[in-house]
């Protein structure tokens, strides 16, 4: 059983629109969730993180929503640029305790 | 750009072979992860420490998994026996043990047991 679930396998956008990827989980305890963006042939990159006290966090084009009572998060990623396709993972941890993933979405982003 | 450094980046390996890689953290971070990222893209959790003493691990690294993180030295995961089942990508991360602060990762080494 997936304790984090990312809803979509793959994403494909074009250039210059909004991507958004939903993450839900199971834990009530999970209380961080940060977000990572990988590669082919790399490890994963931290690109942006929110503790389940706020219920929004941005940093730049990145930009997650957190919503505690629903146990359901997203990220979007604004104005897309080719460069951004990569799989990127929801994850989740409880009292900083080792990290939970998601199986990754696989975003695209066309010209 | 990763200050999280493993080696070798690609491990081959014959069944029953001995597997060994290494990491060091970045500095300043006494924490150290390790997980295996299947080629479905599932991670799994195999052991982490802080500084030289094992915080939390699974059950499979109490078999043929073992792991280390002596002072002054890399950190390193060795498989005593390898299986086909084990070739993935096994990535290293480090952190503070301040809880705002995600694990940084390093590029990983991939082993293939052939």
């Known amino acids: 059983q997936q304790q984090v679930r990312q809803s979509s396998q793959s994403l494909t956008v074009w250039e210059g629109e909004t991507a958004i990827l939903n993450c839900s989980y199971e834990?009530?305890?999970?209380?961080?969730f940060p977000w990572y963006q990988q590669f082919p042939g790399e490890g994963p990159a931290l690109l942006i993180a929110?503790?389940?006290?706020?219920d929004k966090k941005e940093d730049g084009r990145f930009t997650i929503f957190f919503n505690k009572r629903e146990k359901n998060l997203s990220l979007h990623i604004k104005d897309s640029q080719p460069g951004d396709s990569a799989t990127y993972f929801c994850a989740a941890s409880a009292n900083a305790q080792g990290l939970t993933f998601g199986l990754g979405t696989r975003v695209s982003v066309f010209p | 750009n990763s200050k999280v450094i493993q080696t070798p980046r690609y491990l081959v390996k014959g069944q029953g072979q001995k597997a060994k890689m290494r990491c060091i953290p970045e500095?300043?971070?006494?924490?150290v992860f390790w997980y295996q990222q299947n080629k479905n893209n599932e991670f799994k959790f195999l052991i982490n420490?802080?500084?030289?003493?094992?915080?939390?691990q699974i059950d499979m690294t109490e078999k043929r998994f073992s792991a280390e993180c002596p002072s002054n030295s890399p950190c390193s995961l060795e498989i005593q026996s390898s299986e086909a089942g084990d070739s993935a990508l096994y990535l290293c991360?480090?952190?503070?043990?301040?809880?705002?602060?995600?694990?940084?990762f390093g590029e990983g080494t991939r082993l293939s047991v052939l």
């Open positions: 500095k300043g971070h006494p924490v």
């Open positions: 834990n009530s305890a999970f209380d961080y």
């Open positions: 991360a480090s952190s503070r043990r301040d809880r705002n602060q995600a694990p940084l």
């Open positions: 929110i503790r389940s006290v706020s």
């Open positions: 420490f802080q500084n030289q003493e094992v915080l939390q």
